[in-house]
């Protein structure tokens, strides 16, 4: 089975303050996806990659960073948190298989409140 | 990527079939109906995808009509597991830059007792 594991279930941090939010996937897949979902806004893309070293902005990229130095692991990095970047941070990764296959599989997400 | 149209809410009885429509009149002949679903705390888990052809596996099938403009997720068992938002979506099978999932509202789905 595909594993997508996130650092922490739940992180409270400063306003200011520089988070990181981890994910890893076993299953070696290019894909990588950074997430977040709010109440009545569904999930909306932050950043992803398709290989490492290499990163594409989503709808949403204000704010944050990532990092892909190794293909298992992509990084979310809120430089200076602020209070409108709490929410439920979700991690998902996929293969570029064959055409029409791209089924995304997601970590469990972590839950960053900043107060 | 098309849009798609859902219900709110719906209710099932526990064992009975789950039957969950979904709209996507403005599809396009490249693109793929996707489902998921996300139960309460925790990350969307992929169901079932299809092209034009009606798709089964382990979870649930699906069937498309044959104009594509809609589509019918069914869950044949439905358990109170089976409590979850449940999201239909839709994207083109193209090439891995464009791999974006659109997550609309979705229908969340009571299993009752």
């Known amino acids: 089975d595909v594993k997508v594991t996130q650092s922490s279930r739940y992180l409270v941090k400063r306003t200011g303050e520089k988070v990181f939010l981890e994910c890893v996937q076993d299953?070696?897949?290019?894909?990588m996806f950074w997430y977040r979902q709010d109440p009545g806004l569904g999930l909306r893309l932050i950043y992803f990659?398709?290989?490492?070293?290499?990163?594409e902005k989503g709808d949403i990229p204000e704010g944050y960073s990532v990092s892909r130095e190794k293909k298992e692991r992509f990084s979310l990095i809120l430089e200076s948190a602020s209070t409108n970047q709490t929410s439920m941070y979700l991690c998902?990764?996929?293969?570029?298989?064959?055409?029409?296959?791209?089924?995304?599989?997601f970590g469990p997400g972590t839950r960053l409140t900043v107060t | 990527d098309a849009k798609t149209t859902q219900p709110t809410s719906m209710d099932c009885a526990e064992g009975r079939a789950a039957n969950l429509p979904c709209n996507h009149s403005?599809?396009?002949?490249?693109?793929?109906v996707y489902w998921y679903r996300q139960i309460h705390s925790q990350g969307p888990q992929y169901i079932i995808h299809?092209?034009?052809n009606n798709e089964t596996n382990e979870m649930a099938s699906l069937i498309i009509t044959e104009d594509r403009k809609s589509s019918t997720l069914i869950l044949p068992h439905a358990t109170l597991r089976d409590t979850a938002v449940y999201y239909c979506?839709?994207?083109?099978?193209?090439?891995?830059?464009?791999?974006?999932?659109?997550f609309g509202t979705g229908t969340r789905l009571t299993i009752i007792p």
């Open positions: 299953m070696d897949h290019e894909n």
């Open positions: 990659s398709y290989d490492v070293k290499m990163k």
């Open positions: 299809g092209l034009k």
């Open positions: 403005t599809i396009s002949g490249n693109e793929y």
């Open positions: 979506i839709v994207r083109g099978g193209s090439n891995f830059g464009n791999e974006k999932l659109t």
């Open positions: 998902a990764s996929s293969s570029q298989g064959a055409r029409g296959s791209y089924e995304q599989y």
